[in-house]
C-alpha cells in the first residue's frame, strides 16, 4: 500500500510539472506567439522556477538577445539546426549607440546569464566576418547549461565558457572558428562534438582558475580544419592555470605536433594542464607533444574522467536531454 502511494505521489508530481511547463512559439511568418526571440524570452517571469519552452521556427532572426540573470530553467528548440538561425555581427573595434566601445565582453550576439538553459536543434552565429577581431556568437555565463545538437559558428572568439565555477554541456554539437573560439573559465564538457578550424591558429584559450578542477573536457570529438591548414594549437593558456584535456578525440593533421602552445610565456609551461588520453587520427603524435603537457595513464582517466558527472561536480547534463 505504501509502495502505491508513492507511485500515486510521484505520477501526480509529473502531471503537476508538464502541467506548469510553458510553451510557446516564436515565427518570423505570424504563426507564432511571437516574431522576435527576445520578445520571447521576455516573457520568462523573473526568478522563474518552472520549465519555461520557447519552439522557433526556421528563420534567420538577427538580433542581439540577453536571457538575464532571473530568468531560469528557459529551453530553446529551433526547428532546423540549419535553418533556424540566430545572429549578429558586433565585434571589437565597433561601438554602441551610446558610445561605448564593443569589447570581447560585451560583443556576443547571445548573453545567457539564467541558470538551466538548454537549447536544441539551432544555429547560433557571430557573422562579423573573417578579419572583424574578436566577435563572440554565444556568451554563456550561467551554470548547468545545456545544448544539444546545435552549430556555433564564427570567427574569433565564438563560444565564451564564462561564468568561474559555471558548468556546461555541450553534445553532438558543430562549434567552428579561427582563433581561441573555445573560451573561458568555466567548465565544459563536449560530447560527440565536430571543431572546425578556419585559421592557423588556436582551438581554445581557457582561463580556468587555479582552484578549479577541470576546465574544458572534449570526450570522442572530432577536430577538423579547412584544407591546406596545418599549423594549429590544441590550445593556449588565457590565464597560468588554464585546464584542458580531449579523450578519445579523433585529431586531424591541421595539429601541430607539439600540441599545444604556451601563449609565448615560458612561465604558463609550469602551471597549464593540458592532457589527453587515446587521441588518435592524423593529428595524435603522442610521442611529438610538449613535455609539459601530459599523456594521462589508465588510472589517472578512470580517477578523474571516467563520468560526465564527475566532471560537472555531481550534475547529469544527460538526463531529459
Not at 203 to 232: H, Q, W
Not at 234 to 247: E, S
Not at 270 to 295: C, D, M, V
Request: with cysteine; glycine share 8%.
Amino acid at each position: 500500500m505504501k509502495r502505491f502511494l508513492l507511485s500515486i505521489s510521484l505520477l501526480a508530481s509529473i502531471a503537476l510539472v508538464k502541467a506548469q511547463t510553458k510553451n510557446i512559439t516564436v515565427a518570423q511568418d505570424g504563426s507564432g506567439n511571437y516574431k522576435t526571440v527576445q520578445e520571447a524570452l521576455n516573457q520568462v517571469p523573473a526568478d522563474n522556477k518552472t520549465p519555461f519552452v520557447i519552439h522557433i521556427k526556421n528563420g534567420i532572426y538577427k538580433e542581439r538577445l540577453i536571457l538575464d540573470t532571473r530568468r531560469n530553467f528557459v529551453t530553446l528548440i529551433g526547428e532546423d539546426k540549419d535553418k533556424t538561425i540566430l545572429t549578429y555581427d558586433n565585434h571589437v573595434g565597433m561601438a554602441f549607440p551610446n558610445g561605448d566601445s564593443v569589447t570581447t565582453w560585451s560583443s556576443a550576439s547571445f548573453f545567457i546569464y539564467g541558470n538551466d538553459f538548454t537549447a536544441k536543434n539551432i544555429t547560433f552565429q557571430n557573422n562579423a566576418g573573417f578579419t572583424a577581431g574578436q566577435a563572440v556568437a554565444l556568451f554563456v555565463n550561467g551554470t548547468r547549461e545545456r545544448f544539444k545538437n546545435c552549430k556555433l559558428v564564427g570567427f574569433q572568439d565564438v563560444l565564451f565558457c564564462s561564468g568561474q565555477g559555471a558548468k556546461q554541456y555541450y553534445e553532438d554539437c558543430y562549434i567552428e572558428g579561427t582563433t581561441d573560439f573555445i573560451f573561458g573559465p568555466a567548465t565544459a564538457v563536449f560530447k560527440n562534438c565536430h571543431i572546425h578550424s578556419k585559421k592557423n591558429s588556436h582551438v581554445t584559450a581557457a582561463s580556468t582558475p587555479r582552484e578549479m578542477k577541470y576546465g574544458f573536457v572534449f570526450i570522442d570529438c572530432k577536430l577538423t580544419a579547412d584544407t591546406g591548414l596545418n599549423k594549429v594549437s590544441l590550445g593556449r593558456p588565457w590565464q597560468p592555470y588554464a585546464a584542458v584535456t580531449y579523450i578519445h578525440c579523433d585529431i586531424g593533421d591541421h595539429i601541430v605536433p607539439e600540441g599545444w602552445n604556451n601563449w609565448k610565456n615560458p612561465d604558463n609551461e609550469k602551471t597549464a594542464r593540458y592532457a589527453e588520453y587515446n587521441s588518435y587520427g592524423a593529428g595524435a603524435n603522442p610521442s611529438a607533444r610538449f613535455p609539459w603537457t601530459k599523456q594521462l595513464t589508465k588510472e589517472e582517466y578512470d580517477e578523474k574522467y571516467s563520468s560526465i558527472e564527475k566532471i560537472l561536480g555531481g550534475w547529469d547534463p544527460q538526463k531529459d536531454l
